[in-house]
Nanobody, 122 residues
Framework: QVQLVESGGGSVQAGGSLKLSCAVS???????????MAWFRQAPGKEREKVAT????????YYHDSVKGRFTVSRDNAKNMLFLEMNDLKPEDSAVYYC????????????WGQGTQVTVSS
């Protein structure tokens, strides 16, 4: 079982920034670089949505239209870490943010973290 632990959530005012982190513990014998990684979010009363994914260096990251130009996903393969830098935050970005992982070539959602709350006030 892959272990995922998010951190970095909090409360900010609109226009502010936050950086989320996710520490990844691969399945024994596997390597972090073999995983597709993603950030999802879920606001109250709404379905969970994929915010960003990052796979291999040769594949451009995916971003949900609502966060393009404001959010940046990155990974540190040497430290088994995933990041989501969020700038120009809007109240509609408020949600629980989840780190997720899966084998390369999948939807990056086989394994999930516990989530971290992001609240943006106007």
């Amino acid at each position: 079982q892959v272990q995922l632990v998010e951190s970095g959530g909090g409360s900010v005012q609109a226009g502010g920034s936050l950086k989320l982190s996710c520490a990844v513990s691969p399945v024994s014998g596997d390597r972090y670089i073999h995983y597709c990684m993603a950030w999802f979010r879920q606001a109250p009363g709404k379905e969970r949505e994929k915010v960003a994914t990052i796979r291999t260096p040769s594949i451009p990251p995916y971003y949900h239209d609502s966060v393009k130009g404001r959010f940046t996903v990155s990974r540190d393969n040497a430290k088994n870490m995933l990041f989501l830098e969020m700038n120009d935050l809007k109240p509609e970005d408020s949600a629980v943010y989840y780190c997720a992982a899966g084998p390369l070539g999948t939807s990056c959602s086989n394994y999930w973290g516990q989530g971290t709350q992001v609240t943006v006030s106007s």
